[in-house]
């Protein structure tokens, strides 16, 4: 089932680029030989007007191939186009051309304007980021996701613990700005340029207000601006179980999706925030950590380093590498949290019937934990829309803390590749519906953003030659294919370089012995 959730989600979101695309181009009357979803050997066939659509074997991505536009290595020339032209077979056809459609199989993209060549290229990633766009707001319709950003850790000698700031603190607010996610608070830390901020929380009940001056953290990300906290989005959810891992140890220990949790350790529970605060943390405890594909670490149970070297866990729940220092994320620049949990005796309804499920200890350093399916508010239309654009805002804001990771050495190896997005998306299609549209969003955002970055063979690579030929620069076509070309190259490499790293979170790395 969740095989055939990735064919169709990322063929769906394959089509909407290259729908887009083909549209643009049929619209400025440009022939569109060949739509195909998917890469490799067609499997199945059929023409409609002058263009024939296929779905191929392998489904990484599709085309959509425009007459007379420059390839990854071919630039067909106008006998090319004609000789391509009359091989379009009148049958068979769904239906015949409609009358004076005829110019459209004449027409090539040597022969469309500048403006025609930008909207055909820019149509693509465009529909794209509206397909995400509308998703957000059919999400609005079902209801949004509600969270309480809370500071779940602190550390030492960083400008949050000198102002006061506590794990438990919830945030509310940042210079007077409403606080609905992590990301909010941490773009506007960074956005402060060393500024004094004032942060607005609610500890036990009671609204407090503290200000506090953020600094670069030394030695690492340099020049970006941190306070030294941990946030955690608490879920405002009831206590269905919405998501678990299937190489989990919640699942490994008999837990599933719809299962309701009635108790935990003893003491009933409502909703999905009792089960989070009945967690008593256990750091000196020994427990098995697993990756993000559910797999041990090392023999003992505890988390090895990049090199091997064990970790530890600080008493304020952050992941220590073998000098002591907390280790940071290469994307955030916040230091990484591990709090480890004892086993847990919980209790939960399935079908009517009382379950007792025994869970081992566990650390939350990784993803993929079990998830509780969450409260939804609906929104009325002008806030959903304006929810919408936020959405999308910070979803670009993260697309571009994880451009600047991959520059990195050990951002680079976080990327995601072919394989980690297809096991999202499968794991989202066992999820609810909520989960499942947010992952459909941001993968659309992240295509339509991403293929209009300024690189060889991509939309916004051959838009910079559209605009450098319309400022008069006398460029061959031959000379933009070879571009392209390399450029293909350079994204293969790339592609397969994040796919080892995506194959080798696949492998088992449990110690020897």
């Given at each position: 089932?969740?095989?055939?959730?990735?064919?169709?989600?990322?063929?769906?979101?394959?089509?909407?680029?290259?729908?887009?695309?083909?549209?643009?181009?049929?619209?400025?009357?440009?022939?569109?030989?060949?739509?195909a979803?998917?890469?490799?050997?067609?499997?199945?066939?059929?023409?409609?007007?002058?263009?024939?659509?296929?779905?191929?074997?392998?489904?990484?991505?599709?085309?959509?191939?425009?007459?007379?536009?420059?390839?990854?290595?071919?630039?067909?020339?106008?006998?090319?186009?004609?000789?391509?032209?009359?091989?379009?077979?009148?049958?068979?056809?769904?239906?015949?051309?409609?009358?004076?459609?005829?110019?459209?199989?004449?027409?090539?993209?040597?022969?469309?304007?500048?403006?025609?060549?930008?909207?055909i290229?820019?149509?693509?990633?465009?529909?794209?980021?509206?397909?995400?766009?509308?998703?957000?707001?059919?999400?609005?319709?079902?209801?949004?996701?509600?969270?309480?950003?809370m500071?779940?850790?602190?550390?030492?000698?960083?400008?949050?613990?000198?102002?006061g700031?506590?794990?438990?603190?919830?945030?509310?607010?940042?210079?007077?700005?409403v606080?609905?996610?992590?990301?909010?608070?941490?773009?506007?830390?960074?956005?402060?340029?060393?500024?004094?901020?004032?942060?607005?929380?609610?500890?036990?009940?009671?609204?407090?207000?503290?200000?506090?001056?953020?600094?670069?953290?030394?030695?690492?990300?340099?020049?970006?601006?941190?306070?030294?906290?941990?946030l955690?989005?608490?879920?405002?959810?009831?206590?269905?179980?919405?998501?678990?891992?299937?190489?989990?140890?919640?699942?490994?220990?008999?837990?599933?999706?719809?299962?309701?949790?009635?108790?935990?350790?003893?003491?009933?529970?409502?909703n999905?925030?009792?089960?989070?605060?009945?967690?008593?943390?256990?750091?000196?405890?020994?427990?098995?950590?697993?990756?993000?594909?559910?797999?041990?670490?090392?023999?003992?149970?505890?988390?090895?380093?990049?090199?091997?070297?064990?970790?530890?866990?600080?008493?304020?729940?952050?992941?220590?590498?073998?000098?002591?220092?907390?280790?940071?994320?290469?994307?955030?620049?916040?230091?990484?949290?591990?709090?480890?949990?004892?086993?847990?005796?919980?209790?939960?309804?399935?079908?009517?019937?009382?379950?007792?499920?025994?869970?081992?200890?566990?650390?939350?350093?990784?993803?993929?934990?079990?998830?509780?399916?969450?409260?939804?508010?609906r929104?009325?239309?002008?806030?959903?829309?304006?929810?919408?654009?936020?959405?999308?805002?910070?979803?670009?804001?993260?697309?571009?803390?994880?451009?600047?990771?991959?520059?990195?050495?050990?951002?680079?190896?976080?990327?995601?590749?072919?394989?980690?997005?297809?096991?999202?998306?499968?794991?989202?299609?066992?999820?609810?519906?909520?989960?499942?549209?947010m992952?459909?969003?941001?993968?659309?955002?992240?295509l339509?953003?991403?293929?209009?970055?300024?690189?060889?063979?991509?939309?916004?690579?051959?838009?910079?030659?559209?605009?450098?030929?319309?400022?008069?620069?006398?460029?061959?076509?031959?000379?933009?294919?070879?571009?392209?070309?390399?450029?293909?190259?350079?994204?293969?490499?790339?592609?397969?370089?994040?796919?080892?790293?995506?194959?080798?979170?696949l492998?088992?790395?449990?110690?020897?012995?």
């Amino acid at each position: 089932m969740n095989a055939l959730a990735v064919v169709l989600v990322f063929g769906l979101i394959v089509f909407i680029h290259e729908w887009g695309h083909m549209m643009a181009a049929k619209r400025a009357g440009i022939a569109v030989p060949t739509f195909a979803i998917g890469m490799g050997p067609s499997l199945f066939s059929f023409w409609f007007g002058e263009t024939e659509y296929h779905l191929c074997a392998f489904p990484i991505g599709g085309f959509v191939k425009i007459s007379g536009m420059v390839d990854d290595g071919h630039m067909p020339d106008k006998a090319d186009n004609a000789q391509h032209v009359d091989e379009v077979p009148a049958e068979p056809r769904l239906k015949p051309l409609p009358s004076g459609k005829e110019r459209m199989l004449t027409k090539d993209w040597s022969d469309a304007t500048g403006w025609e060549k930008a909207s055909i290229l820019v149509a693509g990633p465009l529909m794209n980021i509206l397909a995400a766009m509308l998703t957000i707001f059919v999400m609005g319709q079902i209801g949004f996701q509600v969270n309480d950003v809370m500071i779940n850790g602190v550390e030492d000698g960083m400008p949050a613990q000198q102002a006061g700031l506590q794990a438990g603190d919830i945030v509310h607010s940042i210079n007077g700005s409403v606080v609905e996610n992590s990301q909010q608070f941490i773009h506007a830390v960074q956005a402060s340029g060393g500024e004094t901020v004032s942060i607005g929380i609610k500890r036990h009940g009671e609204d407090v207000e503290i200000s506090a001056t953020p600094r670069s953290r030394e030695g690492f990300n340099e020049g970006k601006l941190s306070l030294g906290v941990v946030l955690t989005e608490v879920m405002k959810s009831s206590n269905i179980v919405s998501l678990v891992p299937a190489r989990s140890s919640g699942y490994s220990a008999g837990l599933r999706v719809g299962d309701q949790v009635v108790e935990l350790n003893g003491e009933p529970v409502s909703n999905g925030l009792d089960v989070l605060l009945a967690m008593a943390p256990f750091n000196d405890a020994s427990y098995e950590a697993q990756d993000y594909y559910g797999h041990p670490l090392d023999k003992e149970g505890h988390p090895l380093g990049e090199d091997g070297e064990r970790l530890a866990v600080s008493e304020a729940g952050f992941l220590l590498d073998a000098s002591g220092k907390p280790l940071v994320s290469e994307v955030t620049g916040e230091p990484m949290q591990a709090t480890v949990f004892g086993p847990m005796a919980l209790t939960v309804e399935r079908d009517g019937e009382r379950i007792p499920i025994t869970l081992p200890a566990a650390t939350t350093m990784v993803s993929g934990g079990v998830s509780f399916r969450p409260d939804l508010m609906r929104l009325p239309f002008d806030r959903a829309l304006l929810r919408s654009l936020d959405e999308a805002k910070y979803s670009l804001l993260g697309i571009i803390d994880g451009m600047r990771a991959i520059f990195t050495k050990e951002g680079s190896k976080s990327v995601g590749g072919p394989i980690m997005i297809f096991n999202l998306i499968g794991q989202s299609a066992s999820s609810d519906i909520y989960t499942f549209l947010m992952m459909f969003m941001v993968i659309n955002i992240n295509l339509g953003v991403l293929n209009l970055l300024p690189f060889p063979l991509l939309d916004g690579g051959r838009l910079v030659f559209v605009a450098l030929k319309g400022i008069g620069l006398r460029i061959s076509e031959n000379s933009e294919a070879t571009v392209h070309f390399v450029g293909s190259l350079i994204l293969i490499g790339f592609i397969l370089y994040v796919s080892f790293f995506d194959v080798l979170a696949l492998i088992p790395r449990g110690g020897g012995g």
